[in-house]
């Protein structure tokens, strides 16, 4: 049995929440405990009670940040690595130190360093220049400089996706074949061949449903999507758009439906637990993912993956690595991002042709079941600490 520090010191993942990034922690949780290992999760946010499945794991709770400007916050949130540090050593001996990388924490691969441990950095984003551009980053300087410190001293970085490991190889060179990329996965478990292995005729019960799964974000391209759907809905009112989540973009959505007259046509649930994704997934006919244009595309969308093992037919544009998560006719459709007409097209396609829905959806499924499963996962990630545990002593830059 290995025991393994999970450190989870951002705030804007609850793990025991909703969003993508806090399935993410649960399910890698999930999969190391599966295989024996004993695991303590050191979090700075927990986002309500754990599922039943993950009672039994012990949570240090880390300070939360103030809610206060957001220079005061930065300054707290860094100043938590000595209560991350001190709880590290309170809890006893780790044999890994297993961390999402966060803005301001580097306590954990600081101690891992220290006990001669391995420390894996999971890293899901290039997070400096994510706040820079989405939120707002004040004490910039002293962000990159944590990344600097992580980075350099881990004894492996795990990229959840090509896009990511292209950043860390720039942002850190001296890291080299340290860099790992581990995609994201699914649960078998979650989705049972009786209930998702459908038939060629098989679909939803009621008019043909166009689903989409996941944090409402201006990244996710809805904007797309809504063009699209109602452009098809002008052409037979009779189809639907069921949207599975919740975030900022709510509101363009319910506008943009207002303004076109599909509101009954449009259903938005709002915040889903995990555990009822399986059900909403199942409502739908098909799956989008319409991202927009990036030339830094770095996402591993779990989505996507829930689509192929929910065995739905996924429509995602052509943009970052997507063409070798989804390839073209043969587990899903690609289009050009950001073109409404193409997304449309494919959409319209695959509503009149049940058959090749079926086939797109079950050649999905064994791919996401055979090459994806959290289990395999977790087993990739542990076998990286085999390796010497060398850090870097040359600096990087973020």
């Given at each position: 049995?290995?025991?393994?520090?999970?450190?989870c010191?951002?705030?804007?993942?609850?793990?025991?929440?909703?969003?993508?990034a806090?399935?993410?922690?649960?399910e890698?949780?999930?999969?190391?405990?599966?295989?024996?290992?004993?695991?303590?999760?050191?979090?700075?946010?927990?986002?309500?009670?754990?599922?039943?499945?993950l009672?039994e794991?012990p949570?240090?709770?880390?300070p939360?940040?103030?809610?206060?400007?957001?220079?005061?916050?930065?300054?707290?949130?860094?100043?938590?690595?000595?209560?991350?540090?001190?709880?590290?050593?309170?809890?006893g001996?780790?044999?890994?130190?297993?961390?999402?990388?966060?803005?301001?924490?580097?306590?954990?691969?600081?101690?891992?360093?220290?006990?001669?441990?391995?420390?894996?950095?999971e890293?899901?984003a290039?997070?400096?220049?994510?706040q820079?551009?989405?939120?707002?980053?004040v004490?910039?300087?002293?962000?990159?400089?944590?990344?600097?410190?992580?980075?350099a001293?881990?004894?492996?970085?795990?990229a959840?996706?090509?896009?990511?490991?292209?950043?860390?190889?720039?942002?850190?060179?001296?890291a080299?074949d340290?860099?790992?990329?581990?995609?994201?996965?699914?649960?078998?478990a979650?989705?049972?061949?009786?209930?998702?292995e459908?038939?060629?005729?098989?679909?939803?019960?009621?008019?043909?449903?166009?689903?989409?799964?996941g944090?409402?974000?201006?990244?996710?391209?809805?904007?797309?999507?809504?063009?699209?759907?109602?452009?098809?809905?002008?052409?037979?009112p009779?189809?639907?758009?069921?949207?599975v989540g919740?975030?900022?973009?709510?509101e363009?959505?319910?506008?943009?439906?207002?303004?076109?007259?599909?509101?009954?046509?449009?259903?938005?649930t709002?915040?889903?637990?995990?555990?009822?994704?399986?059900?909403?997934?199942?409502?739908m006919?098909?799956?989008?993912?319409?991202y927009?244009?990036?030339?830094?595309?770095?996402?591993?969308?779990?989505?996507?993956?829930?689509?192929?093992?929910?065995?739905?037919?996924?429509?995602?544009?052509?943009?970052g690595d997507?063409?070798?998560?989804?390839?073209?006719?043969?587990?899903?459709?690609?289009?050009?991002?950001?073109?409404?007409?193409?997304?449309?097209?494919l959409?319209?396609q695959?509503?009149?042709?049940?058959?090749?829905?079926?086939?797109?959806?079950?050649?999905?499924?064994?791919?996401v079941?055979?090459?994806?499963?959290?289990?395999?996962?977790?087993a990739?990630?542990?076998?990286?600490?085999?390796?010497?545990?060398?850090?870097?002593s040359?600096?990087?830059?973020?």
């Amino acid at each position: 049995m290995t025991r393994i520090a999970y450190v989870c010191a951002d705030a804007g993942v609850p793990v025991f929440g909703t969003k993508g990034a806090s399935v993410h922690v649960q399910e890698i949780v999930r999969a190391f405990e599966r295989m024996g290992h004993d695991v303590t999760l050191f979090a700075a946010r927990r986002g309500g009670e754990p599922p039943d499945d993950l009672r039994e794991v012990p949570v240090c709770s880390l300070p939360a940040p103030p809610k206060s400007d957001p220079a005061m916050r930065e300054r707290a949130t860094l100043a938590a690595n000595r209560s991350l540090r001190r709880a590290l050593n309170r809890h006893g001996s780790f044999d890994v130190v297993y961390e999402r990388y966060s803005l301001w924490s580097h306590a954990g691969m600081e101690f891992a360093r220290r006990e001669g441990l391995p420390g894996l950095l999971e890293v899901n984003a290039p997070l400096v220049l994510e706040q820079a551009r989405h939120r707002t980053l004040v004490h910039r300087a002293t962000a990159e400089r944590v990344a600097q410190r992580v980075f350099a001293g881990s004894t492996a970085l795990i990229a959840v996706s090509p896009g990511v490991a292209t950043y860390l190889r720039n942002a850190c060179p001296a890291a080299g074949d340290r860099i790992h990329v581990i995609p994201n996965g699914v649960d078998p478990a979650r989705f049972p061949a009786e209930r998702f292995e459908r038939t060629p005729q098989a679909g939803c019960n009621g008019p043909f449903t166009i689903g989409f799964l996941g944090t409402l974000k201006p990244w996710h391209g809805l904007d797309v999507l809504m063009d699209a759907f109602v452009r098809l809905h002008a052409e037979t009112p009779d189809i639907r758009l069921l949207v599975v989540g919740d975030g900022p973009q709510r509101e363009s959505i319910e506008s943009t439906a207002i303004r076109h007259g599909v509101t009954s046509a449009v259903q938005l649930t709002g915040a889903v637990t995990p555990a009822q994704v399986p059900d909403w997934l199942s409502r739908m006919d098909v799956a989008v993912a319409p991202y927009p244009a990036s030339s830094d595309f770095y996402f591993s969308p779990l989505k996507i993956h829930e689509y192929m093992a929910a065995a739905l037919p996924v429509v995602t544009s052509r943009v970052g690595d997507l063409d070798r998560v989804v390839e073209h006719g043969v587990t899903g459709l690609l289009y050009n991002p950001d073109d409404p007409f193409a997304l449309a097209a494919l959409l319209r396609q695959l509503q009149h042709d049940p058959r090749l829905r079926h086939r797109l959806g079950a050649a999905g499924r064994r791919n996401v079941l055979r090459q994806h499963a959290w289990d395999a996962v977790a087993a990739g990630i542990l076998r990286l600490t085999h390796q010497e545990p060398q850090r870097n002593s040359e600096a990087c830059t973020a």
